[in-house]
């Protein structure tokens, strides 16, 4: 039986979906080999989050991350999942200063990386940023909440809009972002009830990450979701599988095996033959 070649997902695609009410599945994920599974389970959206920043380079949070430093990963993920709807995580200080130079890191994840899309964080202060992209032909996400490069101003990495003024700038950050023309807006860590106020309001995808069912889609990380990412458990991630238990056990086996000389054995090396030996031995 031959197998059904997946069709590339398109902004179309995600609206039909929302206007159907079939959920919108969405990972962050950074390289080839996580990216061909994310393609082979038929997830919707892949980004290439700034994320990777903690995730893969260890750094305590997204800020040290540069465009140079997400573009191989980007051109990675892109290899790996042809079909998926592929954002490119705008980094700090590539959108911040001005609309043009947002433009310019947009567009360089678009020609180099082939993206579909990006993503910026912010709302009202951000508006124009995402209206020039847009304006450019580039198709644009927005991101309020918990937004990690402003984790300072927002005095860490907590629930943002637990109170009712709060919340309103959220609302009113959702509209402004929706009227600049982002095509879909990540609330990440908003309380459930705003986020199923500002996706009732809205006239565009809206996904959570940890802010509830009630929204059209849903993020997670993939680091997150099988256990290989060792400084803490976010509290909106659902671990599918230990994966981070299965390598150390796995590597553990590997010392243990080595200072045993239990490994490797005959069928984990290559030999010559005989009279090629023998040869050998006789030229030097």
């Known amino acids: 039986?031959?197998?059904?070649?997946?069709?590339?997902?398109?902004?179309?695609?995600?609206?039909?979906?929302?206007?159907?009410?079939?959920?919108?599945?969405?990972?962050?994920?950074?390289?080839?080999?996580?990216?061909?599974?994310?393609?082979?389970?038929?997830?919707?959206?892949?980004?290439v989050g700034d994320s990777l920043g903690m995730t893969i380079l260890g750094?305590?949070?997204?800020?040290?991350?540069?465009?140079?430093?997400?573009?191989p990963h980007a051109q990675a993920v892109r290899r790996g999942t042809p079909n998926a709807w592929l954002i490119g995580d705008m980094p700090y200080m590539t959108y911040q200063p001005s609309v043009e130079?947002?433009?310019?890191?947009?567009?360089?994840?678009?020609?180099?990386?082939?993206?579909?899309?990006?993503?910026?964080?912010?709302?009202?202060?951000?508006?124009?940023?995402?209206?020039?992209?847009?304006?450019?032909?580039i198709p644009c996400m927005g991101h309020l909440g918990l937004t990690p490069q402003s984790v300072a101003a927002l005095g860490g990495y907590k629930v943002q809009g637990k109170g009712a003024a709060q919340a309103k700038k959220i609302v009113d950050d959702a509209r402004a972002l929706e009227d600049a023309g982002a095509y879909a807006i990540l609330l990440e860590m908003v309380p459930d009830r705003v986020c199923e106020l500002i996706t009732k309001r809205a006239s565009v995808p809206?996904?959570?990450?940890?802010?509830?069912?009630?929204?059209?889609?849903?993020?997670?990380?993939?680091?997150?979701m099988f256990g290989l990412y060792p400084r803490f458990k976010p509290k909106m991630a659902k671990v599918f599988g230990?994966?981070?238990?299965?390598?150390?056990?796995?590597?553990?086996q590997y010392v243990a095996e080595v200072t045993s000389k239990q490994f490797p054995q005959s069928e984990n090396w290559f030999g010559i033959k005989d009279d090629e030996y023998a040869e050998l031995v006789k030229m030097l």
Not at 59 to 71: C, G, H, K, R
Not at 103 to 122: H, N, P, Q, T, Y
Not at 208 to 223: K, R
Request: glycine share 12%.
């Open 1 to 47: 039986m031959t197998e059904t070649k997946r069709q590339k997902v398109t902004l179309g695609t995600l609206y039909e979906k929302m206007r159907k009410g079939d959920p919108i599945t969405m990972i962050t994920c950074y390289d080839y080999p996580m990216a061909d599974l994310v393609e082979k389970a038929g997830v919707d959206i892949v980004l």
């Open 59 to 71: 750094y305590d949070s997204t800020l040290p991350v540069t465009q140079d430093v997400m573009m």
């Open 101 to 137: 130079t947002a433009i310019r890191c947009a567009g360089r994840f678009m020609a180099e990386a082939a993206c579909d899309s990006v993503k910026l964080e912010g709302g009202i202060e951000m508006a124009d940023r995402v209206a020039g992209i847009v304006r450019s032909g």
């Open 206 to 224: 809206i996904i959570s990450l940890g802010s509830g069912p009630n929204a059209h889609g849903q993020l997670l990380i993939f680091h997150d």
């Open 242 to 252: 230990d994966a981070g238990k299965v390598i150390g056990d796995g590597l553990k």
